[in-house]
DNA sequence: TTATTGATTGACT
DNA sequence: GTCAATCAATAAA
């Protein structure tokens, strides 16, 4: 399977966050291949999302890799212990991302339960972004990697997956983001058990 | 320089 | 439902 070609990452954020819905995530680690399908994920938007770490127009070390061309990943680090990562999309110093919030584990479970103790279930494997991370050992070293590398990539999806299956809703823990907060950006597989959170909050 | 706050998770009442 | 963990980035002074 062929990673996603560069012009796929070109297009508009709230497209390509909804394109990636059933997508997968490739992460090769020592020898292992690890996998996972996208089912949930969020569009940031720049410089007038007051959500976006990119928000006014910030530029810092921290969000200098959101502002690659398209097929990059953004990894950032938060609450003193989690990894987050993003999609990034869209041309040169153009800050949009998409957030990867949820997948589905489909290759390497038994790795990503050692980086992962306390899920009890597979459920509970991928279905965060700090913790689908975990489970694939995304951390700072990989925050401005291409998406189409040897040890990251993502390849197009192997399921189907019709409009009327894409779920909407506000974006998770962006309460005190101003106007942006209630933007309806977090799309999601309906009724996908490896979604994290329920439509409300 | 100091203070506040997270694009979260997991444990606990 | 509440809340602690844990620290870097950002805001305030």
Redesign the pocket.
């Known amino acids: 399977m062929k990673p996603l070609p560069r012009d796929f990452y070109l297009n508009d954020t709230v497209s390509v966050a909804r394109a990636l819905l059933g997508c997968v995530l490739w992460r090769r680690l020592d020898g292992e291949l690890l996998a996972g399908r996208i089912v949930e994920a969020?569009a940031?938007l720049g410089a007038n999302d007051m959500?976006?770490?990119?928000?006014?127009g910030?530029r810092?070390?921290?969000?200098e890799s959101?502002y690659l061309d398209g097929g990059h990943a953004?990894v950032y680090?938060?609450?003193?212990?989690?990894y987050?990562m993003?999609v990034v999309t869209q041309e040169a110093d153009i800050a949009e991302?998409v957030?990867l919030?949820g997948l589905e584990p489909l290759q390497g479970l038994e790795s990503m339960r050692t980086r992962?103790p306390?899920?009890k279930r597979d459920l509970?494997l991928m279905n965060?972004?700090?913790?689908?991370c975990?489970a694939m050992a995304i951390d700072k070293a990989l925050d401005g990697a291409p998406l189409n590398g040897k040890t990251l990539f993502i390849t197009p999806r192997d399921i189907e997956v019709r409009e009327e299956e894409i779920a909407v809703s506000a974006?998770?823990?962006?309460e005190?983001?101003g106007e942006a907060a209630p933007w309806p950006l977090r799309f999601y597989l309906r009724g996908n058990k490896f979604v994290?959170h329920g439509p409300m909050r």
């Open positions: 969020e940031y959500a976006s770490h990119a928000r006014r910030l810092s070390p921290r969000v959101m953004y680090f938060t609450y003193g212990m989690h987050c993003n991302a957030l919030r992962r306390k899920a509970d965060g972004p700090g913790k689908l975990a974006r998770i823990g962006v005190n983001s994290g």
